[in-house]
């Protein structure tokens, strides 16, 4: 049977993750042919300034090399350049006269540097830092030569001039705003960058306007608005990029800035999907990795036809790392812009952080000097988090340590490591302790987590240092689900997370499954884990009782009633692992059986309780007192929160109370009165069965 041509513009970062996506989806479903401007295998734009540093050889960049795409069957054509899509043929057309038909079209075409309208730009000695050609013009160019300037004070203007000076260049930054990166950074921290750079040989040319690149045979320098000039040798352009989309426009294909894209990847054109720095998804072209390998985690889904959540945006993020100075931002964060809640500076250690909120709740961080604690508060951004949540954050002392013992301990095993390719500490010490990885290397080979932007290096090392020692995580007994699978319930939710894994059936192919069908027990659980609520065997939802019975109340001024009615409303559509019994008492005197209820609310002198973990059968247990909360509010809100933590964590069929006895009584009562913590339960995108 002849398999449907999948065809993917452009050999990139964005473009190659969602093929690999695709592949371990569904390896052989596609016949797949990948079509890329530049004559080399995939790699990785973002350390050509590492290359630059001399602290990579452009061979240690390359992501996927000339055998990967032989040995996934997949046929690349290198240096050609896609000119048409013939939509009604589907049909793609190259400069070099190539017709390739495709059944779906993956566009992943990327951004080129954008060009400024500087009369000169097209001279000789003017290049752009963008490719590994760039790349080589430039270290070509540094051997001849003495002195460059660098156009754009922004993130890869600063990683090239950072290079330019390793390669033994005299360095000018130029740039049209009073201070660094501008667009990511507050006053404080941009003086205090550029301060450390300068102590490292850079200079600034700061609110400076370039008017023209002069020379004659080839470029001499930098004319200025005011008069003044510069002269340099070698002009490397940083001022922005412009998504490759003249193609697709021409073809038909709705564009903007970028190629329109909806929820799912798709464009206007059936089969015809854009991922990547070409893609503009609710008005924004992402430019930063880590949402294009979470768009490409979407649309493998949607091409292989597997069941997926649409693609909402991400949050992105800046991190710089040069010669020992780490930056990171994200949010709102300039000066005017937010209230500020948290700002603190360090002048012995060299570091700054500042937070900002809005109406009550994170809105912008910038750190300067130590960044460990980054994607922690990323996290907070992400969630919208009350900015009570910082206590945490300040007390944990996460950040005081660097990425050392006291920072690795005092992250939970779901913080996100590596904000690029969403990997969390979990799945590091997973890698170190189930896999076997005892190198940075091994993990970064099965997990990816510090393969993109590196910046994460120090905190993937330390864990690693942690695990190996046994201090970062204990990893409990996880037998296996059923003779149908060497699986257990916490592998099998990883594998299907990781996988994007949405059906039993293509669970059970990628998995390995021993037995084509499968049983009663691996099914029902699968069913579960997939999402496919209502349909697994043993699907729990909550059950609440009021006075004697479900539903019937004999509080006598009907309190308990509302708070249940609010209860079930709040989790209507939640499927639970278990069966899920609770109780609400609006007096101590209603018999409702309170103590022997999985989720007990009663009303109190102080407020209300909320208990859990009771079990009226055998064996018996007795529910424990998790919180006293001022409010009904406030408890409907813990007690959520519990449930919610329980659906995500629990195995199938697991009972509350068992979880809370292997989660730990105090562990439960320290996460859920933790806000930051609460917050991330209550938060839909981060609960659920898998």
Same mark, same amino acid.
């Given at each position: ?9 452009g050999?990139g ?31 990785? &734009? ?9 602290d990579?050889?452009l061979?240690?960049? !390359? ?11 997949i ?30 079209l ?7 540097a954008?060009?400024?309208p500087l009369?000169?730009a ?22 001849? /030569?003495r002195k ?7 993130l ?5 001039? &950072? ?9 000018d930054?130029v740039?049209?705003?009073p ?5 990511q950074?507050?006053r ?14 850079m &200079?600034?040319?700061?609110g ?6 002069f ?5 001499e ?26 193609f697709a426009?021409?073809s ?11 929820? /799912?990847?798709?464009?206007n054109?059936p ?6 720095e070409?893609?503009? +998804? ?6 930063? !990795?880590?949402p294009? /390998? ?5 649309l ?7 069941k ?7 949050m ?6 040069v ?22 500076y360090?002048g ?18 910038v750190?300067?000097g ?9 996290? +907070? ?6 900015v009570?949540a ?6 944990s002392g ?9 920072a690795?301990?005092?992250?939970a ?55 190996l ?5 204990s ?17 099998l ?8 894994l949405r ?36 699907d729990?939802?909550?059950v ?29 559509a ?5 069966q899920v ?14 103590l ?20 009226a ?9 998790i919180?006293?909360?001022p409010s ?19 195995? /199938? ?10 989660t ?9 009165l933790?806000v930051?913590?609460r ?8 609960s659920?069965a898998?």
């Amino acid at each position: 049977m002849t398999k449907p041509k999948l065809v993917l513009v452009g050999n990139g970062m964005a473009g190659i993750r969602c093929l690999e996506e695709i592949l371990g989806l569904a390896s052989d479903l596609f016949d797949i042919t990948v079509i890329g401007k530049e004559p080399n295998p995939n790699y990785n &734009r973002i350390q050509l300034s590492k290359v630059l540093q001399g602290d990579a050889a452009l061979r240690d960049i !390359v992501l996927n090399d000339w055998s990967w795409y032989a040995e996934k069957g997949i046929r690349l054509l290198t240096g050609e350049t896609v000119v048409r899509v013939r939509r009604d043929e589907r049909r793609v057309e190259t400069a070099s006269g190539l017709s390739i038909a495709y059944d779906k079209l993956i566009l992943a075409t990327g951004s080129s540097a954008f060009v400024p309208p500087l009369p000169g730009a097209g001279k000789p000695g003017v290049t752009a830092f963008r490719t590994i050609e760039d790349c080589r013009l430039i270290m070509e160019t540094a051997a001849k /030569y003495r002195k460059a300037a660098v156009l754009g004070g922004g993130l890869l203007g600063l990683e090239a001039a &950072r290079g330019l000076l390793d390669l033994g260049m005299e360095v000018d930054v130029v740039h049209n705003s009073p201070y660094l990166m501008n667009r990511q950074l507050d006053r404080m921290s941009a003086d205090l960058l550029r301060a450390a750079l300068e102590e490292q040989g850079m &200079r600034f040319r700061l609110g400076k306007t370039a008017t023209r690149i002069f020379g004659r045979k080839r470029a001499e320098g930098l004319l200025f608005s005011d008069g003044s000039k510069l002269e340099a040798d070698l002009i490397v352009l940083s001022v922005g990029i412009s998504p490759n989309v003249a193609f697709a426009k021409a073809s038909g294909i709705e564009t903007n800035r970028a190629v329109i894209v909806n929820d /799912y990847m798709e464009t206007n054109v059936p089969e015809v999907y854009a991922v990547g720095e070409c893609a503009e +998804h609710r008005g924004i072209a992402y430019g930063l !990795v880590a949402p294009l /390998y979470e768009q490409g985690k979407v649309l493998a889904r949607v091409v292989c036809g597997v069941k997926t959540e649409p693609y909402a945006g991400s949050m992105p993020y800046a991190q710089l790392k040069v010669s020992g100075i780490n930056v990171f931002s994200a949010g709102v964060v300039r000066d005017g812009e937010a209230n500020t809640v948290l700002q603190s500076y360090d002048g012995l250690r060299g570091t700054y952080k500042r937070v900002t909120a809005e109406n009550g709740r994170i809105a912008g961080v910038v750190l300067y000097g130590e960044t460990d604690e980054g994607q922690t508060l990323l996290g +907070h951004l992400k969630r919208r988090s009350k900015v009570e949540a910082l206590a945490r954050t300040q007390s944990s002392g996460a950040q005081a340590g660097g990425a050392g013992d006291k920072a690795v301990a005092a992250m939970a095993d779901a913080d996100t490591v590596c904000g690029c390719n969403g990997v969390c500490k979990g799945a590091i010490v997973r890698s170190v302790t189930e896999d076997g990885s005892d190198t940075i290397e091994l993990v970064r080979e099965r997990t990816k987590a510090s393969s993109s932007c590196g910046g994460c290096s120090g905190t993937v090392a330390a864990i690693l240092r942690a695990a190996l020692a046994g201090a970062a995580s204990s990893v409990p007994p996880d037998p296996a689900l059923c003779d149908c699978t060497p699986l257990g319930h916490r592998a099998l939710r990883l594998a299907l997370a990781e996988r994007g894994l949405r059906t039993p059936a293509a669970a059970m192919a990628a998995l390995g499954w021993r037995t084509p069908d499968g049983c009663v027990v691996c099914i029902s659980a699968l069913r579960y884990y997939a999402g496919e609520s209502g349909k697994a065997a043993n699907d729990g939802r909550l059950v609440v009782y009021v006075g004697e019975a479900p539903g019937k109340s004999v509080a006598s001024d009907g309190v308990a009633a509302s708070v249940a009615d609010r209860l079930r409303g709040r989790l209507a559509a939640t499927a639970l692992p278990s069966q899920v019994h609770a109780a609400v008492a609006g007096l101590a005197a209603e018999p409702v059986g309170l103590l022997v209820r999985d989720l007990g609310l009663a009303r109190a002198p102080a407020g209300w309780e909320l208990y859990a973990g009771g079990h009226a059968e055998r064996p018996v247990k007795q529910a424990q007192l998790i919180a006293v909360e001022p409010s009904a509010e406030a408890a409907l809100e813990m007690a959520e929160a519990l449930l919610r933590w329980y659906g995500a964590d629990a195995d /199938y069929g697991e009972p509350v109370w068992r979880w809370l006895e292997r989660t730990g009584l105090s562990a439960a009562r320290e996460r859920l009165l933790d806000v930051d913590a609460r917050e991330a339960m209550l938060d839909p995108a981060a609960s659920g069965a898998v």
